[in-house]
């Protein structure tokens, strides 16, 4: 039987990171499979109007925990039963997976205790899943761990990891604290080290991604000269101290106000308006600080950001835009994937992480820096993306 699927898993649309990573991934796959038709698995996009769903040129389908517990088989396909499928869907839906050759991970951040049982139980039933319909994995470049799960949960998911990990093609890990843990606690031999899969790709062809052109909302927007980009992240206001968060932006606002900066807040994720708009309320009088609401595509943000001198960043993936274009960011992150990143472009000195105290002398003279230095520190950035660029792991697929 032919196979003529290629699944992608773990990327959806809500997220902006997560949607820059799925439409690399249907550029690059469409590039090099032209006879494969793609599946995105999905449930949260597949709820999606039909008229939305018509505008891209890739197939939606759920992916859910019952569904993946019927496609798993025997015990598991009995619990999904239990629980109530449509069973026509689930032959459809099992159908395509029989005559799909590849599935492609590009999770980001699924695998670790942070996320609770439940979920990593789901990310490798997904893989134990691939094994059964014996389709060729291959997890992208994305963080794991720490894997500090308790009791009966911890005896399960390390049943789970031991007896599945091994199976992908490829594991690609962006951090090397997720590397050391995947290596030392279950010996695998798929594991290697990769920069983040959007770094890699230099332009997506659009046509891939949509069936018809869609506008920019975004151009009618002029971004005024001596402007800087505040792209805050709900989590890093949950890591770190809420407060502590909001005077760090208000901080920084009214010390870029002071050097004749406009400021502009951009919303990466559909989460994210929120804290826009609390941010926006410290200075709701002053019209040089402007919200931005729109809810953008990646290819607007990635458009949009390259026309700041620099910027505000604590979604990772829009610094990984950001530093595509050559914008320099000082970083506010709450995990070990942002030290790692600005490490990779000698940007170390950006980085401020909220789950501590953070100086605020150091962040004053932080901002005093690259307010000063912007073009020399994006010269440095983009040659350090040149290097990048030379490795594509789309061709360890091939």
Not at 259 to 272: A, V
Request: proline residues 3%; hydrophobic residues 40%; contains cysteine.
């Amino acid at each position: 039987m032919d196979k003529k699927y290629i699944l992608i898993t773990g990327g959806d649309l809500y997220n902006k990171g997560a949607q820059s990573m799925l439409f690399v991934t249907i550029d690059e796959l469409s590039s090099r499979f032209p006879n494969h038709k793609i599946v995105v698995l999905s449930s949260r996009d597949y709820k999606r109007s039909a008229e939305e769903l018509s505008q891209y040129n890739f197939t939606i389908l759920p992916d859910m925990m019952k569904i993946r517990f019927y496609l798993a088989g025997g015990l598991y396909k009995l619990i999904s039963m239990i629980r109530g499928i449509d069973k026509d869907k689930m032959k459809n839906l099992e159908n395509i997976f029989i005559k799909s050759e590849y599935v492609v991970d590009i999770s980001g951040y699924a695998l670790g205790s942070n996320w609770g049982f439940w979920h990593s139980l789901f990310y490798l039933i997904k893989i134990k899943t691939a094994k059964k319909y014996n389709i060729k994995a291959y997890i992208l470049p994305q963080s794991f761990g720490p894997f500090n799960y308790r009791g009966v949960q911890n005896i399960i998911i390390k049943y789970f990891m031991k007896r599945y990990l091994k199976y992908p093609s490829v594991i690609y890990t962006r951090e090397k604290e997720g590397y050391d843990l995947l290596e030392k606690n279950f010996r695998l031999s798929n594991i290697k080290m990769s920069t983040d899969l959007v770094l890699m790709n230099k332009s997506i062809d659009t046509k891939k991604i949509y069936r018809k052109n869609i506008p920019n909302k975004m151009s009618v927007h002029e971004i005024a000269p001596n402007s800087i980009a505040i792209v805050p992240n709900v989590k890093s206001f949950k890591f770190g101290n809420n407060e502590n968060v909001l005077k760090l932006y208000e901080y920084a606002i009214n010390t870029l106000l002071s050097k004749n900066k406009k400021i502009y807040l951009i919303r990466h994720s559909f989460e994210d308006l929120e804290a826009c708009q609390a941010i926006k309320e410290k200075f709701k009088m002053n019209q040089n600080v402007v919200l931005l609401s729109d809810d953008i595509s990646c290819i607007e943000f990635d458009d949009m950001i390259s026309k700041f001198e620099f910027a505000l960043a604590s979604r990772y993936h829009s610094i990984i835009h950001a530093y595509k274009n050559g914008t320099p960011c000082i970083a506010i992150g709450w995990a070990t994937k942002y030290k790692e990143l600005l490490n990779k472009f000698d940007q170390n000195k950006y980085i401020f992480d909220v789950r501590k105290p953070i100086d605020m002398n150091e962040f004053g003279e932080a901002l005093n820096n690259i307010s000063s230095n912007f073009n020399k520190e994006s010269k440095l950035i983009l040659d350090k993306l040149k290097e990048i660029q030379k490795n594509d792991i789309f061709d360890s697929i091939i």
